[in-house]
């Protein structure tokens, strides 16, 4: 277990943490790495946020896509949930809404092996103050 | 990746986009595209609608990121011959402020949710990563608690749990209470109906909030921070019960913190779900044990809190400001919002609004950006009537308040007030009484009954309205509802009763045609009040099939075969199964 004792440790942790997702990126080949982030606040998961993950999480390896995939907070939209945002090493965020199982496969098959983009995308209209 | 698509077109296929097209424009672009040839090169993609509602239909060219808005049937041949064949931007479909046609692009700007959606929330690398307890660091390192306090004094920072008092001031005033313990507490009890900020933060980015109170306790001088949480938060509570361990683990939390000798160590208490435990001192009494009821203010809480010790109590989401302050600084965030009111505000906008959801938009923007620019504008194309802010606490704003920038002051100024960030939309189907009416009742069933005024005098105004609702209120009601309103306000011990008859206030000046017409007129202008309804059956239409008969739950249609049904206006709930059930439209309904 780190412990971090000194302003200097937590800066080390920092870099040790960009250290390691540049060895994945590495150790995968050089193939384009894959990250996503499902919306799981209470509202995604009453939605069915949960089931798309897993399915993600069962699904990618099984069709040798490596991918990390990871739940995160609220995205805002609660209009459109479960929502999802997708980036494909060295590319722009992509955000998608209303993921039921039959969208989750379709972004599999188009947008995460082809690059394609299909129907349902949140175009990002915000600015982040960090 | 072998993508065969050069360019995508998004087509916004949000309703309001829709509503204002003169054609189903993905499949004519589609067909367009096939005229020209492109079809194997571009593709059309329909995508959800995110902003700029009221200059829609919008069409976003990718991965260029050029935004067309207003578009037409007439405009597609440009866009493909210019922008897709020739690469060459339509000026005069970009709207924005550069291009001189008025239309500021609507941004969202987030510093409480700078992480939420975007980190894992039970994994403390993740917040690390994002320069997560950097400001922690930066204050224990570089500067005094004096210093710090001032920082965020400079900052305008104004409490965000509804009174708007500024941060860094109870920061100094705590600080300055000399005591051997002092504590800093987070409110994170959200009990306005509609309001989910808070929920939101916590469960998307707790460490925000772990590292503010961290930051809270080395400028006043605690070094124990208690999180009270409404237990009805389960997933929210997890997720800082992890975050607290993991920032324990890590030596972020506990004793000698980067070494430097401060000690902070954060605990929960969780709340039973009572609305009035969100003030600060029922609070302060739940979280000691007793009976969640408000004592009178001064002392405040900064001078003589839990356990009549100095406590110093912020909102979740004023916390979740704080590092982001400390790393870019004071100046920078006063230079966002409004003259008293910096920074930005997180709103849950819910109701009969297209784009339910969490938006956090800097103070200043307008009620009209946020209702038709964010949101969508209203459910099916109806007309907006009026948005209540402030939940139970606070007051309706309606189309003349569209275009008031919103912040603490304005608010205030038009009658209802900031709160915590509900934003519950209304259309022309609501009714104004019945909405006063349902606050009222979540008043009478909150209000924990320590003061008179409160405890008696919402019973009664809620009773009032339920008359007025049910048809048989009398214009003495109207003058009685307004003065018994004003009693409650001046006479009620703490800040629920002294906000309480605000629903009926600013309904009453507003829309006090409603009131009149309930009484007066006897009818529910907008339709909804069931007790002004008379179902009836047409003599033309009833062929006496006994069907509305057998269906009606309270058994109050007669009649016999083939003859015109009847229906007993005094035994009717207005429940609506006869219209239903009729084949042949003899129920109408006045
Ligand atoms: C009836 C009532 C309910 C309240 N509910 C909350 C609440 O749920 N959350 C909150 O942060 N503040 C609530 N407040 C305001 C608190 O009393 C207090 O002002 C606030 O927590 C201070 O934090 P701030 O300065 O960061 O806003 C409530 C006040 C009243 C009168």
Redesign the interface.
Known sequence: ???????AD?HK??TS??EAKQKQIVENDNK?LVEI?V?M???G?ASGAKAVMDFFREELPKRNIVANV???????????EPTL?ITIQDE?PVVF??VDLKKADEIIEKFI?????????????????? | MSNRYRKNLLVCNGSSCQQASDADLVAFINFKLKEYNLEDGIKVVQSVCSNKCSIGPNIIVYPDNVEYSKVTKSDIDDIIIEHLLNERIVERLVFDKENGNGVAPIKQYRIALRNCGFIDPEEIKDYIEKDGYDALAKCLSKYTPEEVTQEVIKSGLRGRGGGGFPTGLKWEITSKSVSDQKYVVCNADEGDPGAFMDRSVLEGDPHSVLEAMAICGYCIGANKGIIYVRAEYPLAVKRLKIAINQAKEYGLLGKNIFGTGFEFTITIKYGAGAFICGEETALIHSMEGFLGEPTLKPPFPSVSGYLKKPTNVNNVETFANIPAIINKGADWYASIGTEKSKGTKVFALAGKINNVGLIEVPMGITLREIIYDIGGGIVNGKKFKAVQTGGPSGGCLTEKHLDLPIDFDSLTAAGSMMGSGGMIVMDEDDCMVSMARFYLEFIVEESCGKCAPCRIGNKRLHEMLTKLCDGKGTMEDLDLLRNLSVVVKDTSLCGLGQTSPNPILSTMANFYDEYYAHVAEHRCPSGQCKSFMLYYISEENCIGCLVCARKCPVGAISGEKKKLHIINQELCTKCGVCMEKCKFHAVHLN
């Open positions: 277990m780190e412990t971090i004792k000194s302003v937590l942790i920092r943490i960009l384009k982030k919306a606040a209470t509202c998961i990871k739940q995160t907070g609220c995205m805002g939209y609660c209009y459109a945002e722009k809404g209303y092996k082809k690059g394609e983009l299909v129907d349902g995308i949140i175009p990002i209209k915000y600015e982040l103050a960090n």
